[in-house]
Nanobody, 118 residues
Framework: QVQLVESGGGLVQAGGSLRLSCAAS????????MAWYRQAPGKQRELVARLNSSGSTNYADSVKGRFTISRDNAKNTVYLQMNSLKPEDTAVYYCNAVDPFGRALYSWGQGTQVTVSS
């Protein structure tokens, strides 16, 4: 059974930083691109960062220059370093494996709440 477990969220003031972690089952981690999504209250889930198996990355315009996605292959973990946080970054953050079109491949984990106060 595929498992995705996100952690690292919390409450932070605007301008602060957080690092999110996503532990994934070994199989999906090694064979797929991985991505971080977020869902704010009343809004659709959106993809914010993608890490391809080649090592290339893609970011939503809203987070470019502030967020960095990375992976630790030995730990089967994907990270999202979030700097210069803004109140509009407040959301539940999720990770998932993605296909070439950016579609999530597996059931969602519980996510991790990020709240940025102004």
């Amino acid at each position: 059974q595929v498992q995705l477990v996100e952690s690292g969220g919390g409450l932070v003031q605007a301008g602060g930083s957080l690092r999110l972690s996503c532990a994934a089952s070994g199989t999906i981690f090694r064979t797929n691109a991985m991505a971080w999504y977020r869902q704010a209250p009343g809004k659709q889930r959106e993809l914010v960062a993608r890490l391809n198996s080649s090592g290339s990355t893609n970011y939503a315009d809203s987070v470019k220059g502030r967020f960095t996605i990375s992976r630790d292959n030995a730990k089967n973990t994907v990270y999202l370093q979030m700097n210069s946080l803004k109140p509009e970054d407040t959301a539940v953050y999720y990770c998932n494996a993605v296909d070439p079109f950016g579609r999530a491949l597996y059931s969602w984990g519980q996510g991790t709440q990020v709240t940025v106060s102004s």
